[in-house]
Every structure is written in C-alpha cells, then in structure tokens.
C-alpha cells in the first residue's frame, strides 16, 4: 500500500532556512501536499504541487519534487519561531481517489 | 464564511460506549473526509462521503461508520469503543470527489475523543 516517511524532529534558528524532507512510495500520486500542525489545532494546509511540476514557490515556502526518487521537500525561507510546529507530508491520488496518505510528521524546533 | 466546524471539541467516554461527531464543511464544498491521528503519528483516512455517497473507505472496522445529509453536514460513529479509538478525530471538507481535480482539502479543528 502506499507509505509516506518523514524524519521526526529538525532544530534551526531563528532566520536560518529549514529544509523538512519526505518520501513516498505510490507512484500514482497526483498531489502532494505540506500541512502545518500547531499544538491543539487542526491541519493548515500550506502548499501543495501537482505530480508534473518539479518545483513550487509560494513566497517563504519552496516545494520541490523528485518523481523519480519519490522524494517531496519544503524549504522555509527566513525561518520564524513562530513557524515552530509539526509538519506533514501527504499525498493523494491512487486508487482511493479521496483518500489523503500522511507520513508521521517532522516536528520543527526553531530556536532564537 | 466559517471553516469546517466539528462538534463536541472534547469527549470522554468508557470502553463499549458508543459515540457520534459531527461535522460541517465549508459552505458549498460537497465532500467530507474523516481522518484519526493517534498521538505522535500523521492522520490516518477513515471514510470519504461525496454527495451523500460513500466514495472512499479506510482499513478501519466496521466500528467505525458514518453518513453524510442532504445539507452536507456528517457523522461519524464509533460502537463497542475501544481505549485504542482514543484519538483527535479531524473532518476535512473539499469541493470535489476526483482525483484529478485541485482538490484541496481544509480541516477541521478535531474533537479529541478519550476511551478511559
């Protein structure tokens, strides 16, 4: 079935760039997409890109796509304490249409 | 306009009790998703209704049910809970069922269920 793995924890300080990196296993994925999860809250969705596009920028926020390697990452330019949080991979697509498959999350400590 | 709403935030129950959530999606989206996120782990997808349709089941037991209104609006219910069902249970709502659409999905805040 498909799988989505991230690393669990990354520190960086504060105005550095994070770079959060996943990979994933169904070669049907259609989207992939970056969630951001603050303690006692739901999913923000942050960004997502399309299967056919390499790369996605959205003002702070880089995605780049690897198809051949199933490899997704998020770069966050200027990182803020206040992107402090975990950070989840996900993709859709596949034979389950509706269904989203998440890795476990990248918790991201940013010290000041 | 308000974001998905879910209901009650918090709830406690014991083992075997039953349990409803509930869920509004964004006005005008026709797609609601249901996902459980255990603590320290990523949300795992439990059912997708479309239209009223179940469109997209998860490898959960058939515990685990749901349906969805003519107004959108869905339930998802637990029977014969077990301490293991505790978890944040998030409802997602999205304008289409395709995979071939820009389907982005907006989540709820969750209600944190707890199985004593």
């Known amino acids: 079935g498909e799988d989505v793995e991230q690393s669990l924890f990354l520190s960086v300080r504060e105005g550095d760039s994070s770079v959060i990196n996943c990979t994933y296993t169904?070669?049907?994925?259609?989207?992939l997409y970056w969630y951001k999860q603050e303690p006692g809250a739901g999913l923000q969705l942050l960004t997502y890109i399309f299967s056919n596009m390499d790369m996605k920028q959205d003002q702070r926020l880089t995605v780049l796509l690897n198809k051949k390697d199933k490899h997704l990452s998020l770069r966050i330019a200027d990182t803020q304490t206040g992107d402090s949080a975990i950070y989840f991979c996900a993709e859709k697509g596949g034979t389950n249409a509706g269904k989203s498959t998440f890795g476990d999350g990248t918790t991201l400590t940013v010290k000041p | 306009d308000a974001g998905v709403t879910q209901s009650p935030t918090h709830l406690i129950k014991t083992r075997g009790q039953q349990v409803t959530l509930r869920c509004s999606p964004i006005s005008g989206h026709k797609s609601v998703s249901w996902y459980q996120q255990v603590l320290g782990q990523g949300p795992q997808f439990i059912f997708q209704y479309y239209e009223k349709e179940e469109r997209g089941r998860g490898n959960f037991p058939d515990r685990f049910s749901a349906r969805q209104f003519p107004n959108y609006s869905s339930e998802l219910n637990v029977n014969a809970l077990l301490l293991g069902d505790s978890a944040l249970y998030l409802c997602a709502s999205s304008s289409f069922a395709s995979q071939l659409t820009n389907e982005k999905q907006f989540f709820g805040s969750g209600t944190q269920l707890s199985v004593l």
């Open positions: 169904d070669s049907s994925s259609t989207y």
